[in-house]
């Protein structure tokens, strides 16, 4: 998480599997709409990182800093059996007592064909620490549903960005899904939402992770703005929403993570961080899952637990 200029901000997650392959951002002639990377799993591609040998990187962090146990249900997903800090690749919120929403993009790529997303065993979840290296508890995956509409669009934008992780070992504390009555008043243009990471600190190659969980409010970018030529042109569903605007926002490894409404001084979660261009720009928002509309589908995969 970083701020731009003096301003902290946070490192943008889907960013972790849209943008951490690192290719260029060719310009579409038409709308001048900066065409999106291929998408990649963010799993695949930290675990090929681990494999080349790539350099351990982390930094303090420059943005706010969680308190410790602030936010219990925010969840690292890591490479099993890699060291934490090598071995994180995405994040997560917890929405029952035995699963973690995440983003689809951080397991599969562009499509959920066969062989596209990892076994669960391959897969460990941190909670109860704000630090990557030390405390909390490492559990288990026994299972995953990906959305069984996640796909990839022309544009490379992920859609139904959604998938559940089943772990095994502890009760986990839920972040209770902010109500449908609340959401309007949520999304309206420069409504506050606060977001949470341990992404990098900027939008490049080998960009260091943040060893501590940090957060930062953005304001909500109306979808009507977000969606105009010169922005994203169209492509962002009423179930995304946009916030984030050149001064804090989410980065890469910050994919998966909640993006948090307050409703009567009480914490609810309404986005999981997806996609966007690059991190902090003061053009492009970042894009997050409206998690309200998927309640259904949470909640009949949930209930549907052998």
Known sequence: MRRNSSISRMALVLLAGLFVAGEALPV??????????????????????????????????????????????????????????????????????????????????????AGSAPEPSKIQVMTGSNVLFAGGKILTVDR????????????????????????????????????????????KDGSKVRIYGWGTSSFRNAAPISNTLLFAFVDVVGTGKC????????????????????????????????????????????GITSWGVGCTDKKYPGVYVNVPKYKGWIQSTVGGTP
Not at 154 to 179: F, Y
Not at 240 to 260: E, I, K, R, T, Y
């Open 227 to 270: 969606n105009e030529p010169a922005v994203y042109n169209g492509v962002v569903t009423d179930a995304m929403f946009c916030a984030g605007l050149g001064f804090a926002d989410a980065c890469q490894g910050d994919s998966g993570g909640p993006a948090v409404a307050y409703l009567n001084g009480e914490r609810y979660l309404l």
């Open 144 to 187: 995953f549903v990906i959305h069984p509409n996640y796909n990839v669009t022309e544009e490379r934008v992920p859609v139904n960005d959604l998938a559940l992780l089943h772990v095994t070992g502890a009760a986990l504390e839920p972040l209770p899904i902010l109500p449908e009555a609340a959401v309007a008043d949520a999304l």
């Open 28 to 113: 579409l002639a038409q709308s001048g709409l900066r065409q999106l990377p291929t998408v990649r799993s963010a799993y695949q591609r930290r675990v090929d990182s681990i494999a080349s040998g790539e350099p351990e990187q982390v930094f303090s962090g420059a943005a706010s800093v969680t308190p410790n146990h602030g936010a219990p249900w925010m969840v690292s997903l890591q490479v099993w059996g890699a060291r934490r800090q090598l071995g994180h690749f995405c994040g997560g919120a917890v929405v029952d007592p035995a699963w973690v929403l995440t983003a689809a993009h951080c397991l599969a790529g562009a499509a959920t064909t």
